[in-house]
């Protein structure tokens, strides 16, 4: 690619946070431009790329001109409106590949391109690439991460705490948040797994006489789903049916453990950013990639497998995302202000309607 301009850019920086518009991939390009905004002023743009027929199902390679088969609301300026493009292209997903490793010659150079994820190509067609430390991605504009980018900070939380107070301060302690996942390439939820799991966490919460706050993934298996509530139901707590404004940072800043099944990275390392007590819920497949990640949450002192006991420890947070921030800033060169001042709001501009995948 070409090199970064010597002369950093201007404040506001404008950042574009791009992915399929899925919410687990989508969460973790936003994640990291809200990073952005706290350390430096910049001007935020959700982009969702979304792919006319069936172009998006095939390899980066294969897509030799994606300006043709991009659908309109996926809204990407082309090479001869380089002055349309923002200081920093942050993207995550495969869907975006094929426009990431054009964005810096669309660009005339002005992008600093930012891949999220291993994205199974040579690190060098990017500015940077931002792997979780599982994948044993190495390389001079490489940068491993524990998990994932992600939304939560300490006041989000407190925001989130203060919108549900309603719902989470009348239940009684111990709190325990349970974080569902479901189904992907590695793992699966079967009813059978799914009625362990409830077992589990019924006995120890009936026995200490704490409340139950859980939420599940669109991945989740709707027979799985409906076992578990239907175990579950009886305590204390709240089930989360995803109607309405959605609870999930509520759950954590309200925790006094958090439990979170072993198929998600980004539930994972949201969960160890709160310095709380994260047990790992075991599911049906197993995942050398996830299995190392675990392990180093372990050592990490953030997480334990989950035995059927709640117990408490202490750790230092995970703060990975805003590390990652603080990489990307001071590879383009842009200081950071020292000032104990503020920074403004960051400016997020309206995001285009989600588009179904291709």
Known sequence: MAETPKSPPALPLKVWAVSDGRAG???????????LSRLVPCEVTVKRVAWKGRTGRLPWWLNLFPRRWLAPESDIPGPKDSEAWPDVWLAAGRATLPLSIRAKRWSGGKTYVVQIQDPRVPATMFDLVIPPKHDRLSGDNVLPIMGSPHRVTPERLEQEAKA???LTDPLPHPRVAVLVGGKSK???LSSERAAQIAHSIQIPLEQEGGSLMMTFSRRTPEPARALITARLRHLPGVIWNGEGANPYFAFLAAADYILVTEDSTNMATEAASTG???FVLKMDGSSLKFRLFHE??????AARPYGGAFHGWTYEPVNETDRAAREILARMEVEVPTAAEPLPRPKRKPRAPKADPA
């Open 25 to 35: 991939i989508e969460a973790q390009v936003v994640g990291l431009a809200d990073a």
């Open 164 to 166: 549900f107070k309603r």
């Open 186 to 188: 590695a793992f699966d």
């Open 276 to 278: 709380k007590p994260l």
């Open 296 to 301: 180093e949450l372990e050592r990490m002192g």
